[in-house]
């Protein structure tokens, strides 16, 4: 049972425009949403997180956006780099319980 | 701060064997987690352990087991691998005592079951 879902598997972008990479969820009762990036032979590393008392948490050029009523959130990226290539993975949380993850977005910042 | 170690970073077994995989968290971190990843499955949790104790586990079968070491290190292991055992198997820490924080991740352990 895939509680969060990534169903673009890629993405394609040119550099220096915006990179909008989305989730959905099923359960309500998620209050922790976390974005992660993956390199190859790496392990995914940490981006920008967002509760879910909150609908917008920026950090630099990743901001993330989360709509509770449609169970969606989403991450920007701008402007795009090619060092942003990597898999993106969001995950989400209910405290106390496991972290459940999507299948990853393999997003291309073209130069 | 040193990261998440995981050691061995590449394994190949042959079916039927076992296999022990090791992961030494961040300084300070009593949380462990582990997730299997194979390509377009994401990443799929197998088990949270929290000083010492198993606290959340995943849908995967026996044939796989953990356990954590009073100085939060942790080890996994797969009893009579199967060829679908193949993964990149992730070990990730946290400070989370109750609150919201991030997972860290080490950069895995490839292991091939021929």
């Known amino acids: 049972d895939q509680q969060v879902k990534q169903n673009s598997p890629s993405l394609s972008v040119q550099e220096g425009r915006i990179s909008i990479l989305n989730c959905d969820y099923t359960?309500?009762?998620?209050?922790?949403f976390l974005w992660y990036k993956k390199y190859p032979a790496e392990g995914p590393t940490f981006l920008i997180s967002?509760?879910?008392?909150?609908d917008k948490n920026e950090d630099g050029r990743f901001t993330v956006f989360l709509n509770k009523s449609a169970k969606h959130l989403s991450l920007h990226i701008v402007p795009s780099q090619p060092g942003d290539s990597a898999v993106y993975f969001c995950?989400?949380?209910?405290?106390?319980?496991?972290?459940?993850f999507g299948t990853g977005t393999s997003l291309t910042v073209i130069p | 701060k040193a990261g998440v170690t995981q050691t061995p970073r590449y394994l190949i077994k042959t079916r039927g064997q076992q296999v022990t995989l090791s992961c030494s968290p961040i300084?300070?971190?009593?949380?462990v987690s582990w997730y299997q990843q194979t390509p377009g499955q994401g990443l799929q949790f197998l088990f949270e352990?929290?000083?010492?104790?198993?606290?959340n586990k995943g849908n995967f079968p026996g044939r796989f087991s953990g356990r954590q070491f009073s100085n939060s290190r942790s080890e996994m292991n797969v009893s009579t691998l199967e060829l679908g055992d193949s993964a990149l198997y992730l070990c990730?820490?946290?400070?989370?005592?109750?609150?919201?924080?991030?997972?860290?991740f080490g950069n895995g352990t490839r292991l091939t079951v021929t």
């Open positions: 990730a820490s946290s400070g989370r005592t109750g609150g919201y924080s991030p997972l860290h």
């Open positions: 359960n309500s009762m998620f209050d922790y």
């Open positions: 967002i509760s879910s008392i909150k």
């Open positions: 995950a989400a949380l209910i405290t106390g319980n496991q972290f459940y």
């Open positions: 300084s300070g971190h009593r949380s």
């Open positions: 352990y929290f000083s010492e104790t198993q606290r």
